[in-house]
């Protein structure tokens, strides 16, 4: 059966175009839908806290992409591959975590089954 993936991911991130590049990253990544869940900015306005609920569409591909800051993620259902740069290619399942440095390039292709 084929389903979709849900991660939650929380990242510190410098505020400055986070919400621009946001919209723009989910227009550019069919499949994929990413919903805020909480933004807590920072009292120097240059970084912000963001919690992020992302749905990721069965078999679907995200590009090898970058964040500006940390990026922690939980999975809370489905399975899907990660790729890291540096890092060997690992499988994703419900309940596993990861964490991701800030510019480190990453990639992800969701599964197909469940």
């Known amino acids: 059966m084929l389903a979709r993936r ?6 510190l991130c410098a505020a400055t175009g986070l919400v621009a590049s946001a919209v723009e990253a989910q227009a550019q990544t069919p499949g994929l839908t990413r919903t805020v869940l ?3 900015d920072y009292p120097d306005e240059a970084h912000a806290v963001v919690q992020v609920l992302i749905d990721i569409e069965p ?9 500006p800051g940390v990026e922690t993620v939980y999975v809370l259902e489905g399975e899907a ?18 964490v991701i440095p800030p510019e480190l390039p990453h990639g992800a292709r969701n599964g197909g089954k469940r």
Request: a positive charge; aromatic letters at 6%.
């Open 38 to 40: 909480r933004r807590i």
């Open 81 to 98: 591959d990660l790729s890291m740069k540096g890092q060997p290619d690992r499988t994703l399942r419900a309940g596993d975590t990861f």
């Open 59 to 67: 078999n679907a591909l995200v590009a090898r992409h970058t964040h």
């Open 6 to 11: 849900r991660f939650a991911a929380c990242a």
